[in-house]
């Protein structure tokens, strides 16, 4: 440890400074006890004062090295040996004073010893993203990482195969820095290797066209493999190939198929190989064609007529059940608009429902949702995607308006239901009690050989009493069906509430009924049915034949613990808060509407809801709940019209003249609005992201922008703001990116709305680490050292033993001498103006008269004693 002064001549004050307090002693203004202390006191401040001018620094000498390991963790050395131990044995031979840090290292870098551990665990890795390697990021994380003025020195452990960022470019700065870099290169040897290399293919192109797609390979061994290429899925491609060692390409012309983007793969299939996941690669390309519509239904014939209207006027609609409707945001791009004919939220997966909601608003698509008894409330949207972009919302207000439902419950009570099945149905039903509400009616039929009527239709006010009915429900004889569903229909078939019914059976029937009559009876009265066959000996195919035929729902449940849930949720769909099946013509609220301007038709029924603030209504019902509205939703549009076009209470709307006017409407307006004409889009990809650049054919106005919003599958759409660039280009990176399909809008926007917007859409590969390597990563590794100063390393022992000069730190402690200086002034202030004589040290202290001075030392009367002492004999 030494001192050292960055000013030293300010150590020449001291010498004025003695003679100043030589001079000025205070021999004359302080006790003689006193003195010394006050001295003292102020010949330290003056030191500590002159100390600080000079700036001095305490200095220590550091001989040992601070390393840090750079330990490559990417997907392409994951077959080269465990290092583990060839860096324990580096650390045990490093000197006392040495230290090391290891970094895992592959995208990012993760910390997995620090200076103050011994050793390196075994098999230690981190949450480093493997599908890249950064070799530049992780000598920049290294030299962070450094203590303050040490001796310093990494060590790169890798293959060299940089995928990302340029280490030879900080390579120079940490040159600069004197920190050089040993290498410990690891060899890692390809194999039998095929790689898919490229996919060449058009950006754009027309139906029908033929166009060529160009397949880049490269093999490390010759073999024969099978090649595919699919265009949208379809397989348009499939050759026996023969592949030299070496890259090769092959041409294959392919004739356009499909609208709107299309994903593109190529497979390779070799006899001979190591990785599978470079043996494919895809692509995507946009072909343009007319506006395509996609109608998907919930039941078959259910969108037929929308279907033939709208191929009438021109319109390329495709329909299809809802099941086929496309699981992929990339595969619903390739519509402009999507018609939902009555289809239920349940039939369509979450994934699938979050796709239509980005596909209208952040694509910008048209999607509009037709009702029925199995949409909007009734088909549960409520609280899921679809109920987000739709302009309704399905909670109705002034529920007690509603007419109400009449429910009839026709449950089998037959031998074979006795015990655990019976006790469930009851609970069943009293779950659909519980869920009723008191404009509501509930009527009980229970049946073996013969029907029993426990309950006619009752209002539920009293729903104790209904429970004890319910509790006494017993089971006992034979299986007959017709007669009690027969009941059932009769009971409420002319009332003007909303009707279902639900029927349940472990069982077959037990005669021979033709229940088409029975059937006829219950859709001319608007009459829904749903069936539920409990256990394996039920008929499950008379039961799901039964629900069809009336439009309504099959259940197959193996348990009877299942009952009550599905008694909740078909009480839930049968309606109550939600159908009103009453005669109307609709009015027409907003002037811009043109149909039905000679005659409005009559509907007998819909599903009511409530519009959304920002909602359009277009046409309304006689209870003044909306028929026909609309909204903007992001960059798209939606519609909702809440009564039927199949018939089911649109008959006289199917005849209308105005049909296909309201369709075409519809259509027109939902269909994107711009084509991007005014806003070019591009994507370059590097590294672990994608560049996103749009050129604009005019430069953004005062309070314009243009905004970016990126979606994958199965994962939230990121929104990016794109910056200028100049020359009208705007852009913006999208880091993280993986392997798949992207598809992405760009809105340019004003305070007044979307100005102009584009779609695009990028396909990322498979991970640059499963590429065949083209050269050596040695090499850089090599050029890395050789800038740096650095030495290529083989034996462990070798890693501490690298020539260096002691580094000395100089530590500034003038800050502490005038905190010091600070403290003692306030002392010295004291002492001199408070200064009194310390007692000497094991004396102590004890009264005393004070000593008689001789006369020759008393003190002379003082003239003003005098004064007083006359001035007090006058007054006597």
């Keep these: 440890m030494a001192i050292s002064f960055q000013n030293p001549w300010m150590l020449l004050l001291l010498l004025p400074a003695a003679l100043l307090l030589g001079r000025y002693s205070g021999r004359r203004r302080y006790l003689k006890e006193a003195r010394p202390l006050v001295l003292a006191c102020r010949s330290l401040l003056f030191c500590l004062l002159i100390l600080a001018l000079a700036q001095p620094g305490l200095v220590k000498t550091f001989k040992g090295q601070s390393i840090v390991y750079l330990l490559d963790q990417s997907r392409s050395v994951e077959s080269a040996p465990e290092l583990t131990g060839w860096i324990n044995e580096s650390l045990a031979s490093a000197g006392p004073a040495d230290q090391g840090a290891i970094l895992g290292f592959a995208q990012n870098s993760r910390l997995l010893k620090p200076f103050t551990m011994e050793r390196l665990a075994t098999g230690s890795s981190t949450d480093v993203n493997p599908d890249f390697t950064a070799i530049e990021g992780a000598l920049k994380a290294a030299s962070s990482l450094f203590p303050a003025a040490s001796n310093r020195r990494i060590l790169l452990i890798s293959d060299g195969q940089e995928t990302d960022g340029d280490s030879l470019n900080f390579a120079r700065t940490l040159a600069v820095q004197n920190i050089p870099v040993d290498i410990l290169p690891i060899e890692v040897e390809p194999g039998e290797e095929v790689a898919v290399l490229d996919l060449i293919l058009p950006r754009q192109c027309h139906p029908e066209q033929q166009v060529l797609v160009e397949i880049a390979l490269q093999s490390t061994v010759g073999t024969r493999a099978e090649l595919s290429l699919f265009w949208g899925g379809a397989l348009v491609y499939q050759e026996p190939v023969s592949l030299a060692a070496g890259r090769q390409s092959f041409t294959i012309p392919v004739t356009v198929s499909g609208e709107g983007f299309q994903p593109v793969q190529a497979v390779i299939e070799p006899e001979e190989d190591t990785w599978l996941q470079n043996n494919q690669m895809r692509g995507l390309t946009f072909v343009e064609a007319p506006p395509r519509v996609l109608i998907a239904e919930g039941a078959g014939g259910k969108g037929t007529a929308l279907h033939q209207s709208l191929l009438a006027g021109g319109t390329a609609a495709e329909l299809i059940p809802c099941e086929q409707l496309p699981s992929s945001l990339a595969g619903l791009a390739n519509y402009q608009a999507i018609y939902l004919v009555d289809v239920p939220a349940y039939r369509l997966p979450e994934q699938q429902q979050e796709n239509l909601e980005s596909f209208v608003k952040t694509l910008g698509g048209g999607l509009v949702a037709i009702g029925g008894k199995n949409s909007f409330g009734l088909g549960l949207y ?71 009527l426990h309950l006619p239709p009752t209002a539920v006010t009293a729903k104790e009493e209904i429970e004890e009915l319910i509790a006494q429900i017993s089971a006992g004889g034979g299986t007959i069906i017709h007669p009690a569903l027969e009941e059932a229909v009769d009971l409420i078939a002319d009332s003007s509430k909303s009707k279902h019914i639900i029927l349940l059976s472990d069982g077959q029937e037990g005669a021979t009924f033709s229940y088409t009559t029975l059937i006829n009876k219950m859709i001319n009265n608007n009459i829904s049915l749903s069936t539920i066959g409990l256990g394996g000996d039920a008929d499950q195919s008379f039961m799901q034949r039964l629900a069809d035929r009336v439009d309504g729902r099959y259940y197959n449940v193996p348990r009877s613990a299942d009952l009550p849930g599905i008694f909740l949720q078909e009480t839930t769909l049968a309606g109550g808060d939600y159908l009103v099946e009453e005669e109307f013509r609709p009015t027409v609220v907003d002037s811009s509407f043109r149909a039905f301007a000679t005659a409005k038709p009559l509907f007998t029924g819909y599903v009511a809801s409530t519009p959304k603030p920002l909602a359009e209504v277009l046409l309304a019902t006689h209870r003044e709940h909306p028929l026909l509205s609309r909204w903007q939703y992001g960059l798209g549009r939606a519609i909702a019209f809440n009564s039927d076009s199949f018939g089911l209470w649109s008959s006289e709307f199917l005849s209308h003249p105005d049909f296909s006017t309201l369709w075409a409407d519809s259509l027109s307006w939902v269909v994107p609005q711009f084509t991007g004409g005014d806003l070019a889009l591009d994507v370059r990809l590097s590294g672990g992201g994608a560049e996103i650049s749009a050129l604009a054919g005019e430069p953004l106005g005062e309070g314009e922008s243009i905004q970016v919003t990126v979606m994958k599958e199965d994962q939230e759409p990121q929104e990016l703001a794109l910056k200028p660039e100049g020359d009208n280009r705007y852009s913006t990176r999208l880091e993280g990116v993986t392997e798949g399909i992207y598809l992405f809008s760009a809105a340019r926007t004003a305070n007044k709305g979307t100005i102009d917007q584009a779609i695009g859409g990028f396909a990322i590969p498979y991970s640059p680490e499963f590429q065949i390597p083209s050269t050596s990563g040695r090499e850089l590794l090599e050029e890395i050292a050789t800038l740096t100063g650095g030495r290529i390393l083989k034996n462990p022992r070798e890693v501490f033993s690298a020539p260096f000069k002691p580094v000395r730190r100089t530590t500034d402690i003038t800050f502490w001498l005038l905190l010091a200086a600070a403290l003692l002034w306030p002392a010295d202030i004291a002492l001199r103006r408070f200064g009194l004589a310390l007692p000497a040290p094991g004396l102590k202290s004890k009264p005393s008269t004070p000593p008689v001075q001789p006369e020759s030392e008393q003190p002379k009367e003082s003239t003003l004693d005098r004064l007083l002492e006359a001035k007090k004999r006058e007054r006597m």
Excluded: H, W
């Design 382 to 452: 409520q609280d899921t995607p679809l109920e987000n972009l739709l302009p309704v919302k399905m909670e109705v207000e002034e529920q007690e308006e509603m007419p109400g439902l009449d429910l009839v419950l026709v449950i089998d009570r037959s031998g074979s239901m006795s015990g655990e099945k019976i006790n469930m149905a009851k609970n069943a039903a009293l779950t659909s009690l519980d869920m009723l509400k008191e404009r509501d009616r509930l009527a009980i039929i229970t049946f073996n050989d013969q029907y029993q």
